[in-house]
């Protein structure tokens, strides 16, 4: 089988939450005989497969739409469909091409939000496939739930000690937004350190874009010294997802209070790792025991069930690992949705 793929960038060390999109390119194509991709940046093949073919569109917005329609010319007669990857524009501006040659279309969208993109992307495509139930909120006979793709075999835990008397290490990740809420991870390690355990340590991985991300950055640089946990919180900056990996190993917990309502891939990412998830994300709500879903992200709430964490007999932090990893592997294995992706088309 043939496919064309449209999605943003493909790079191995892209630092922003689409890094992944190298992997899933790369498992895709191992399962075709030829996988082009169109991409909307500038990519980097890096060591991809050789029947793996990555074209870039040019940076001009106008002359993207443009060079876009002149690929889809080209390339739609080889191919047996077209796979459009996350943003719904990809869509919308391949399907008038893809119809006149009778190519089938299968998006993926995994968000929250519904608006005229996302509704218009359910009339335009011949399926469309998402993480979880609420990654795509319109109910239609078009819509497939298929978990989402975590690269099981480089996001796996490693050996380590599990002590009460070591630093106890708290980790989160994302792109650094207010939606994300990391002023109540930084309140939450303050009424801990208030509270005399002082043993704990978080770090923040994530970049800043836009110019609203970069004047919250400041906001909690300026709230980590004001409360005096420069030894206690880190922003350590956007890195490659594959370099996140040692820092998910060595962790005990991973905080995220996002609540866009769609299934956050570092979550499992953390999960496959081996590390506990505390998280307030309502699509959580299915795959993680209560013990782990935070019903409100107040400070205080969120420093009670951290200290839950910390205090919970070793026997049973063991247990939550193994479960949640074997979560991942079940049901969000890259390996099993790049099957269950190129079955769409057959």
Known sequence: MKLLMITRKVDLED??????????VKKIG?????????????????NLPENIEI?????????????????????????????????????????????????KIVSWYAHGTVNWKTKLVLVLANKVITSTPKGFRIDSPKVSVIGQGIDVELFKPVEKKLDHQDIFKMITVGRISPTKDYESMIKAVDCLVYNGIKNIKLTIIGGSGLR???????????????MKL?????????????????????????????????LDKAI????????IVLTANESCNDILPRELLVLDSHPKELSEKIKMIIDMPIEKRKEYIKILRQEVVKNHNLNQLAVKI????E
Request: hydrophobic share 45%; charged share 20%; net charge positive.
């Open 212 to 226: 609203e991300q970069n004047v919250y950055l400041e906001s909690l640089k300026k709230m980590i010294i004001l």
């Open 230 to 262: 420069k030894d206690k919180v880190k922003l350590i900056g956007e890195m490659p997802n594959e370099k996140i990996i040692p820092y998910l190993q060595e962790s005990d917990l991973f905080i995220n209070l996002s609540q866009t309502g769609s």
């Open 342 to 345: 190129i079955a769409q088309f």
């Open 15 to 24: 630092s922003s939450p689409a890094g992944f999109t190298y992997n899933w």
């Open 30 to 46: 191992e399962k075709l005989d030829k996988l082009y991709v169109i991409t909307w940046q500038k990519s980097n093949r890096g």
């Open 268 to 275: 499992l990412e953390a999960m496959a790792c081996g590390v």
């Open 55 to 103: 074209i870039s569109l040019p940076n001009n917005k106008f002359l993207k739409v443009f060079v876009l329609q002149f690929k889809l010319l080209k390339i739609l007669l080889k191919v047996n469909g077209v796979f459009c990857h996350q943003n719904p524009e990809y869509t919308i501006l391949s399907a008038f091409l893809a119809k006149i040659f009778r190519k």
